[in-house]
């Protein structure tokens, strides 16, 4: 899959954007609109044979506030061209929407435990996306994609963002210093950190299959010691995946275009926004 990335990079990115940063200091590339032409990727990627295993988990009452919105919306612009297959995890699998799929697609409706912990039903979900795909998704897709339900697709969320390892700039950290990065600062956990490259955002992250399984494998395993010694890191899973991205370097990085949150308002170098952030109703989606 390396491979494929430097071959895919090598030939069909068109060159630069100068308003910001397009390659990290290890030489992965940061993508942003403008860089690549969609068409190449795709044709790439079709003739490569990729195939892609989207990951989203609705539980309790995300369901209903989120589920149908955002396949919808991946059905108009996630990985079009190409094989995909939806994953969704939840606990009540008789409510997921029956809804009509292009050519190609297809989903895979699976059923969970509900946590009582809201921080566990974010955090298992390594554990339960590793097993899905040592069981399944290894035999069916080339390439893994986890994403948070909250959130719509807007724009094109193409094959240009597929490779060995990918992981997304958070919105609001992108363009801010280091030392404001709200890494976890406890010794005491396995996410702890003093410095890293960027703050990544956990609602979007993934790669070849056998990458996003040792990803999700060892932040579930850096969870459960965390539990063993009774603490926890400050963003869960985001923390844990933050600490994993640092030592294991990323090969691809997306641009803040591939999660943005309106709310930040208008931004000179955000052209395109991808996928939003859905509202947030924590008074009513956080009561438990
Ligand atoms: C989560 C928090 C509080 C109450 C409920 C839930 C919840 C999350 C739930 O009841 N049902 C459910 O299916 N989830 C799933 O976990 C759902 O897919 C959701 O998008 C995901 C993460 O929870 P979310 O979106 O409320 O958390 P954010 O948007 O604040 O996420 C960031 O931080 C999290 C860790 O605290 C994760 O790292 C997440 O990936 C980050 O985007
Ligand atoms: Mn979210």
Redesign the pocket.
Known sequence: MLSLDNSVDASLDLGSRSDVQTCTDWKAPIIWDGMFDPDLYDKTHQSEGSSVALT????????DA?LLTFLNSSEHHFMLGLPVTYYVF?DTPEKVPDIKLGPQRSIKVIKVKRHSR??D???M?MKTIADAIESDIRHHCTHVFC?????VFTGRFGSEALGDSVALLHAHYYHLPERLFTYDRNPKSKAYMESGDFYY???VFGGSWNSVKALTESCYQSIMEDKENDVEAL????SH?NKYMWLQKPSRVLSPEYCWDTSIGDRNDIRVTRLL?AT?H?DT??T?
């Open positions: 989203v988990f609705a539980v309790g009452r995300y369901l989120y939840t809201w921080q039903v974010s955090m979900r994403f948070d339900v909250d959130q955002h956990a609602a963003w869960h899973d985001e995946l952030w947030k924590y989606l956080r438990d």
